[in-house]
């Protein structure tokens, strides 16, 4: 138990080398001299994160480094290219919409207590400590390896990927349409999906640690609370509808490139096509850690859908159990 598939992990950053190249060369535009400018800055922030995340980690012991980053370089990435590209409407819509994301992804992960006047310290991602403890990683050089090439360097890219769509839209002069329109509505609606289900967690959480904080044990709480994991709300009728809304956010934001005229397929999918592959990993490892500390939880995962809402056979069971 709680150990990560690290092939798959190579794998992925494989096919990404491979991948890459060929949709760039054969789907879609290539880039013209302005946007090659503005993708060499946001490429020199990214080295220069990756670089930062992979120094401060390794000195502070503390490998969340990236995913503080992780909300807020997308919206600089998009209000750069925008402002580059002449405040285009649909640049600009684009970047309002990173930016909420942003702002509201920075939030959830400081009230965790990620951030802190001491830049370098905060609270760490939980998978990190399990991901260190595996046996393939546990030796400190290729820890130190894992963590430069996969932890701050491979997720700076992806992070700098998942705005190549507002790069593409850089170069079209197509006005803002119908189809900008449903990917705007559509970003928004994930977003709102996303706020609703990281609420009710944070909630569920809370309410959960104040009782066992208060010397409750954990069989002994209230239904749902008892079985230690989250089954109320979105969280009922699918495992994940928080990571559903972050990958359809990015999908939405790929669906522009389409009304600017790039084409149904271009390569700027790439970011959210990687970023789809690496929540099937993380998704992974986290239900492996839930299935090791919940009792209930693989029954969970047999009755729920994993990532789209779907009706739940979880909490119709337990109600005829008690009946």
Not at 158 to 180: E, K, Q, Y
Request: proline share 4%.
């Amino acid at each position: 138990m709680k150990k990560m598939n690290i092939p798959l992990v190579g794998t992925l950053m494989v096919l990404s080398l491979v991948v890459c190249p060929i949709l760039y060369f054969h789907m879609g535009p290539a880039l013209n001299e302005s946007q090659l400018e503005v993708f060499k800055l946001i490429g020199i922030i990214a080295g220069c994160s990756a670089l930062f995340c992979f120094i401060v980690g390794e000195l502070s012991g503390n490998n969340s480094q990236v995913d503080k980053v992780w909300s807020i370089l997308p919206f600089v990435y998009c209000w750069i290219i925008a402002v580059k590209g002449g405040m285009h409407p649909r640049l600009v819509v684009m970047a309002v919409l990173a930016t909420l994301w942003g702002l509201r992804l920075s939030f959830n992960f400081a009230r965790k207590g990620a951030y802190r006047l001491k830049f370098w310290e905060g609270e760490e991602d939980y998978r990190w400590k399990i991901l260190r403890a595996n046996p393939m990683l546990k030796n400190r050089v290729v820890w130190m390896l894992f963590d430069l090439i996969f932890i701050s360097g491979y997720q700076n890219a992806i992070v700098l990927m998942l705005t190549f769509p507002a790069l593409v839209c850089m170069g079209s002069t197509a006005p803002f349409g119908w189809i900008d329109a449903v990917a705007a509505v559509l970003m928004f609606g994930f977003i709102v999906y996303e706020t609703v289900a990281d609420e009710q967690q944070w909630a569920f959480h809370s309410k959960k640690w104040k009782m066992l904080n208060a010397g409750q044990k954990l069989e002994d709480l209230p239904e749902p609370y008892n079985k230690g994991f989250n089954t109320i709300g979105l969280w009922n009728v699918s495992r994940h509808p928080n990571y559903l809304a972050e990958q359809s956010i990015w999908v939405s934001l790929y669906i522009f490139s389409i009304g600017a005229g790039i084409g149904i397929i271009n390569w700027s999918m790439i970011g959210a096509l990687l970023l789809i592959v690496l929540f099937i990993a993380s998704t992974s490892l986290a239900e492996e850690i839930s299935s090791s500390k919940y009792p209930e939880y693989p029954d969970y995962c047999k009755k729920v859908n994993k990532y789209f809402p779907g009706f739940s056979k979880y909490m119709t069971d337990r109600h005829h159990d008690h009946v």
